[in-house]
């Protein structure tokens, strides 16, 4: 018997097996649902959200396909990936994403990579959306308004333009897929850290400590944030998109994550 012939019936009659299986399963279910098509990832419990403006409303700094992909292919894959990961585990399903996040070595071994990288591909992307805002609408570019928030960054980073710059060189020199961040520490100042792939400063026990802390803006320097208008020009991209940094977003998640720190 060939070598194929042997592999066809062990396939089929392991197919068999699972066939059978499935009709004892399927004679006493324990959950009555409608399957899905094969291949469709479940709904729920996470959903993409539209973006908060136009796709086309960061030109032309982001251009319009970038956007589209970016939030439309890449973001719902994270949260198709998210939702396939939590399938069959309710108890997880109900808890928040932050909560997940922050306590992934405490999840089953199995879900800590899927949740790691699809949840937090969830996250980082819901929050960098609403990061952003159209250059022309009040308060987007430019220096931040919020007395606090930039009295904040100068002392802690010695100016605005220091600022930018120790943020632009450290998404510059993030070595392949990641993110940069701005977070409040437990400490009450700011600090500038960058993460790998989907890994953001939530990540207890992932992420190192001193790169903890409460997010207030995050940059993403993937390829697929902006290869198709800036090809392998990473800092041009950067330097672009301080003019769409959603300032009042930014002041008020400091004033939020300010005021959490107080009940401490
Ligand atoms: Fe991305």
């Known amino acids: 018997m060939s070598s194929s012939r042997r592999q066809f019936l062990a396939l089929s009659a392991s197919a068999a097996l699972a066939s059978a299986a499935s009709a004892q399963t399927k004679a006493a279910p324990l959950v009555k649902t409608k399957p899905s098509p094969p291949g469709t990832p479940p709904s729920g419990p996470y959903v993409l959200d539209p973006l908060p403006y136009a796709p086309n409303a960061l030109l032309p700094h982001v251009d319009l396909l970038t956007m589209e992909i970016h939030h439309g292919k890449h973001h719902q894959a994270y949260i198709n990936g998210l939702n396939t990961a939590l399938q069959g585990e309710p108890g997880l399903a109900e808890k928040s994403l932050e909560d997940l996040l922050g306590g992934i070595p405490f999840l089953p071994e199995a879900l800590q990579t899927p949740i790691r990288n699809h949840g937090g591909g969830h996250w980082n992307h819901f929050f960098f959306w609403n990061s952003m805002g159209p250059a022309q609408a009040p308060g987007i570019g430019g220096d931040p308004a919020d007395p606090a928030l930039a009295a904040a960054l100068a002392k802690d980073f010695g100016s605005l333009a220091d600022f930018k710059k120790k943020f632009a060189e450290a998404a510059t020199k993030r070595f ?20 790998p792939n989907q890994d953001n400063p939530l990540m207890q026990g992932l992420v190192p400590n001193a790169d903890r802390g409460t997010p207030l803006l995050g940059l993403d320097v993937w390829e697929h944030a902006y290869y198709l208008n800036y090809q392998n020009r990473r800092p041009d991209y950067i330097a672009a998109w301080w003019n769409v940094v959603n300032w009042p977003t930014v002041a008020q998640r400091y004033q939020a994550a300010l005021a959490a720190l107080s009940k401490k």
């Open 176 to 195: 392949g897929s990641g993110w940069a961040w701005l977070i409040l520490k437990t400490d009450g100042h700011l600090a500038i850290v960058s993460t």
